[in-house]
Nanobody, 125 residues
Framework: VQLQASGGGLVQAGGSLRLSCAASGRTFSSVLMGWFRQAPGKEREFVSLISWSSGITDYADSVKGRFTISRDNAKNTVYLQMNSLKPEDTAVYYC???????????????????WGKGTLVTVSS
């Protein structure tokens, strides 16, 4: 699976952005797709995931209630709507996909098979 992320940018605290991740190539119905982020000097961390088949979602505690992940099966695209952005959300955001991993493995990055190029999100205070 090839992943192409877009939608990053500069926004003021309290603002919103929507990230998109278009998948191409060989895809599987058991795929989990999602987003991770990496701030300067920090490890890459899980943000959100969605099951391509069931639509089940999961979020990191730090973004619950502010971020919403969704998918458009017809377009093979996953979206991350980010509202009420905070300066601590500043990071490079990476789209990810895994074929058949458990949710726990995906969140640990063990179950990620494909990474997209990152897109930078900068939230100013």
């Amino acid at each position: 699976v090839q992943l192409q992320a877009s939608g990053g940018g500069l926004v003021q605290a309290g603002g919103s952005l929507r990230l998109s991740c278009a998948a191409s190539g060989r895809t599987f119905s058991s795929v989990l797709m999602g987003w991770f982020r990496q701030a300067p000097g920090k490890e890459r961390e899980f943000v959100s995931l969605i099951s391509w088949s069931s639509g089940i979602t999961d979020y990191a505690d730090s973004v619950k209630g502010r971020f919403t992940i969704s998918r458009d099966n017809a377009k093979n695209t996953v979206y991350l709507q980010m509202n009420s952005l905070k300066p601590e959300d500043t990071a490079v955001y990476y789209c990810a996909a895994g074929a058949g991993p458990t949710i726990a493995a995906f969140k640990r990055k063990n179950g990620v098979n494909s990474w997209g190029k990152g897109t930078l999100v900068t939230v100013s205070s």
